[in-house]
């Protein structure tokens, strides 16, 4: 996506600018109808600029609006009530938020978060086959976990876990951790960079997925892989335990093959001040590739301390994974619930079936956004802090401080929060089938409805086994599946260019609705959301909220 732009506030034309501008065509006139002719050409010229700009800043409007919705309708209100912005925290009368105030205490603010002490020795290498260091999680933690969907614990990393993950992160963004400075002293804050103004329309200002092929950032595949992470992840899913009662079993249900826990995906993430965020949402086919059934666990590692006072973290609804409304909003976002048996057939089926796409939950249904945002749970996060959650958990992006972000704005500053999200699934899940940007399915398509497990033993590491201990002979072979990456980015960017269409159609439609929800902020008619395939079209419930 181009970056975003706030459409200009237009300029009416006073009586007395037309009767100067009257005056001057006169006077050329008189001069000649050369330098008549060449006046004629240059307000034609100027006449086609100003219709290029508009054109551009429509285009970008309509994509951003698809993705970027509440900030396009914030600036449009603005645009049309002849306002400046103004900084909005709240439910201040007069105004709209554009998200609600993630730093305020509510609640959920300031949950626990669990402080646990891992013996040294379970965090070397061979710590997998150790008793001692299994059954990590206490029964209280493990009850937490699935009536909340989520938990936090602190010290489950080590200390040089966490500095390798912060180097490696560091070499990834391409600062030169040898010059010594303030700003990059990641213990002591944020990372702060050079930067223009933040309004760019993008939700992070740096992503890295399948970031473990990296062979010189090895601080990532460490943590994904060989920490302590996949056994948790497993005791969390229930496997830990039945790994446990295998070792009672006849030697008959021993030749049965061990179930294992793999790495499906991971990114890493640094969030600026931009204010986009994507809104309360499940993660969709693109990433995480497994059918509904497949259990998962996604575990969210806060590089940098990220207090909830600056925003720039993560929310979580607590108790979503398990609401009576859960399925209308996976119905509304197209989630990976109503993926047909066979997957998508093409980009057309595929948007024809995503309802209102991923992000825009708060756009279809805004009571159902705030039955999340009365059960948000938001962290107060140290360096090396992991908040772990199902994947059916409703989740988002917290934005930054409107005052802090206008003030780095002012500086020319960026604030960049890191984290590293490392989804793990049980090596028995199968991948999706049908039209999708996943990079195995793209390289080979035969792979879609594969097991992991599979996939792995018939053509190398593209999920890596990390529990009930690590492949060594598939972390060798991890440089052949990033060579493989390159042939399936290619046809990804394929795909990408047939979905724009769809996209762009999309966003022209959260335009139309931008506007006329900006023209009736007092209510109005309800207007209908684009729908497609087996979702129900759905009428929005204007409240006057919008």
């Given at each position: 996506m181009g970056r975003g732009r706030s459409p200009p506030q237009s300029r009416?034309?006073?009586?007395?600018?037309?009767?100067?501008?009257?005056?001057?065509?006169?006077?050329?006139?008189?001069?000649?109808?050369?330098?008549?002719?060449?006046?004629?050409?240059?307000?034609?010229?100027?006449?086609?600029?100003?219709?290029?700009?508009?054109?551009?800043?429509?285009?970008?409007?309509?994509?951003?609006?698809?993705?970027?919705?509440?900030?396009?309708?914030?600036?449009?209100?603005?645009?049309?009530?002849?306002?400046?912005?103004?900084?909005?925290?709240?439910?201040?009368?007069?105004?709209?938020?554009?998200?609600?105030?993630?730093?305020?205490?509510?609640?959920?603010?300031?949950?626990?978060?669990?402080?646990?002490?891992?013996?040294?020795?379970?965090?070397?290498?061979?710590?997998?086959?150790r008793d001692d260091c299994k059954n990590l999680l206490s029964e209280e933690m493990k009850e937490a976990y699935h009536k909340d969907g989520v938990i936090a614990i602190r010290g489950l990393l080590s200390p040089q876990e966490i500095e390798s993950l912060d180097q490696s992160s560091l070499k990834l963004l391409g600062i030169d951790t040898s010059k010594s400075s303030k700003g990059f002293n990641?213990?002591?804050?944020?990372?702060?960079?050079?930067?223009?103004?933040?309004?760019?329309?993008?939700?992070?200002?740096?992503?890295?997925?399948?970031?473990?092929?990296?062979?010189?950032?090895?601080?990532?595949?460490?943590?994904?892989?060989?920490?302590?992470?996949?056994?948790?992840?497993?005791?969390?899913?229930?496997?830990?335990?039945?790994?446990?009662?295998s070792k009672s079993q006849?030697?008959?249900?021993?030749?049965?093959?061990?179930?294992?826990?793999?790495?499906?995906?991971?990114?890493?993430?640094?969030?600026?001040?931009?204010?986009?965020?994507?809104?309360?949402?499940?993660?969709?086919?693109?990433?995480?590739?497994?059918?509904?059934?497949?259990?998962?666990?996604?575990?969210?590692?806060?590089?940098?301390?990220?207090?909830?006072s600056t925003g720039g973290g993560f929310a979580l609804s607590v108790g979503s994974h398990?609401?009576?409304?859960?399925?209308?909003?996976?119905?509304?976002?197209?989630?990976?619930?109503?993926?047909?048996?066979?997957?998508?057939v093409d980009a057309k089926d595929m948007f024809n079936r995503r309802g209102v796409g991923t992000c825009n939950i708060k756009n279809a249904d805004p009571d159902i956004n705030r039955k999340m945002e009365d059960t948000k749970r938001v962290y107060d996060v140290q360096r090396g802090d992991v908040i772990l959650h199902t994947r059916w958990l409703f989740h988002r992006t917290v934005p930054m401080d409107r005052t802090r972000a206008k003030e780095l704005d002012k500086n020319r500053v960026k604030v960049l929060y890191r984290r590293y999200s490392v989804r793990y699934s049980?090596?028995?899940?199968?991948?999706?089938?049908?039209?999708?940007?996943?990079?195995?399915?793209l390289y080979n398509s035969s792979f879609g409805g594969k097991t992991l497990d599979l996939v792995n033993a018939v053509d190398g590491p593209w999920y890596p086994k990390?529990?009930?201990?690590?492949?060594?002979?598939?972390?060798?072979?991890?440089?052949?599946?990033?060579?493989?990456?390159?042939?399936?980015?290619?046809?990804?960017?394929?795909?990408?260019?047939e979905m724009r269409p769809y996209l762009k159609e999309i966003g022209l439609q959260q335009r139309k609705n931008v506007l006329d929800r900006a023209k009736n902020q007092n209510g109005g008619p309800p207007k209908r959301e684009r729908g497609g395939g087996t979702t129900k079209i759905t009428e929005l419930k204007n409240k006057g909220e919008l």
């Open positions: 009416s034309r006073s009586p007395s600018q037309d009767s100067n501008d009257d005056e001057l065509l006169s006077l050329k006139h008189e001069e000649g109808e050369e330098e008549k002719d060449f006046l004629s050409m240059s307000l034609s010229a100027l006449v086609l600029f100003i219709k290029c700009v508009l054109f551009s800043i429509i285009v970008t409007v309509s994509i951003l609006s698809f993705t970027n919705f509440d900030e396009v309708s914030h600036i449009l209100k603005e645009i049309l009530s002849s306002r400046p912005q103004e900084v909005v925290q709240g439910n201040v009368p007069g105004n709209t938020p554009i998200h609600n105030n993630d730093n305020a205490n509510n609640d959920n603010d300031n949950a626990e978060i669990y402080t646990i002490t891992i013996p040294p020795q379970c965090h070397q290498s061979g710590h997998q086959n990641t213990e002591e804050g944020p990372i702060k960079v050079s930067a223009a103004s933040s309004v760019s329309g993008k939700q992070f200002y740096s992503t890295r997925h399948h970031a473990i092929f990296e062979s010189e950032m090895e601080g990532f595949s460490s943590v994904a892989l060989k920490s302590l992470l996949p056994q948790v992840a497993a005791e969390l899913m229930g496997m830990n335990e039945s790994q446990s009662q006849t030697m008959q249900e021993n030749n049965k093959e061990r179930e294992s826990v793999r790495l499906l995906r991971d990114v890493f993430m640094a969030k600026d001040q931009d204010p986009y965020i994507c809104g309360w949402h499940v993660d969709d086919t693109g990433f995480w590739p497994t059918p509904f059934d497949a259990e998962g666990v996604n575990a969210w590692i806060a590089i940098d301390s990220i207090p909830i398990t609401a009576d409304w859960r399925w209308k909003a996976y119905e509304l976002t197209g989630s990976t619930y109503t993926l047909p048996e066979h997957g998508y049980p090596g028995s899940a199968t991948l999706t089938e049908g039209y999708g940007t996943e990079l195995s399915t990390c529990w009930p201990d690590v492949d060594a002979s598939e972390i060798e072979s991890m440089d052949s599946i990033k060579e493989k990456m390159i042939f399936a980015e290619e046809m990804k960017k394929k795909r990408m260019k």
